[in-house]
């Protein structure tokens, strides 16, 4: 597609409940991140794919989360027994990667709302 | 462990020329500048990059100063959507291999009619 595309767009969920948030990143981009972002906050780094290397995962906060990324394009993040502090924009993008860059390509983000 | 510093926020008249700046005074000879804007309720837009050289695209000017210790993102004729949340980010390459892009806190720019 044109772009990155995040679904669902908007998810509320009962506390303790399982979710699972993807992204479809532009066809051939190499590296993915997911990021989130609170309420007013800034974006919190959470997991870095970059083409076949391990992925970064230092920024996930607790063993809840999870991220994959099959066959090099879509990503799923798994959010286990959410809590309500997990309540945030959770935002993916997608670049092609290599000795020349021109930035990342965001998408619309999925707004997850725990109750 | 902030590795560029901002202000909080500033406005800005349309139609004039808007600097942002960003100090990265512990910047690494492997590390680029990048910044990039966040309009309300939309993901993050790249705007533009540079490694020491001064840098010009269709949406903004970036300038590096000699000792890559500062930079300055202009944005030429300021306009009412280009208020936003600008970030500035350096962000290291090693051989091919590129570092994780961290987002910190911004500067809020506001354009006034």
């Known amino acids: 597609g044109a772009g990155v595309s995040q679904s669902p767009s908007n998810k509320v969920t009962e506390k303790g409940k399982d979710v699972e948030l993807r992204c479809d990143p532009i066809?051939?981009?190499?590296?993915l991140y997911w990021y989130r972002q609170s309420l007013g906050q800034g974006l919190e780094f959470l997991i870095y794919?970059?083409?076949?290397?391990?992925?970064?995962k230092s920024g996930l906060p607790s063993d809840r989360f999870s991220a994959e990324r099959t066959g090099g394009s879509v990503s799923t993040l798994t959010i286990q027994r959410t809590q309500q502090e997990d309540s945030a924009v959770y935002l993916c993008?997608?670049?092609?990667?290599?000795?020349?860059?021109?930035?990342?390509?965001f998408g619309s983000g999925t707004r997850l709302t725990v109750v | 462990d902030a590795k560029t510093t901002q202000p909080t926020s500033m406005d800005c008249a349309e139609g004039r020329a808007a600097n942002l700046p960003c100090n990265h005074s512990?910047?690494?000879?492997?590390?680029?500048v990048y910044w990039y804007r966040q309009i309300h309720s939309q993901g993050p837009q790249y705007i533009i990059h540079g490694l020491k050289n001064n840098e010009t695209n269709e949406m903004a000017s970036l300038i590096i100063t000699e000792d890559r210790k500062s930079s300055t993102l202009i944005l030429p004729h300021a306009t009412l959507r280009d208020t936003a949340v600008y970030y500035c980010?350096?962000?290291?390459?090693?051989?091919?291999?590129?570092?994780?892009?961290?987002f910190g806190a911004g500067t809020q720019v506001v354009v006034t009619p």
């Open positions: 066809s051939g981009h190499t590296a």
């Open positions: 980010i350096v962000r290291p390459m090693t051989t091919d291999s590129w570092g994780k892009l961290q």
């Open positions: 512990t910047i690494s000879g492997n590390e680029y």
């Open positions: 794919f970059q083409g076949n290397s391990a992925p970064d």
């Open positions: 993008a997608s670049s092609l990667e290599g000795r020349f860059h021109y930035g990342y390509t």
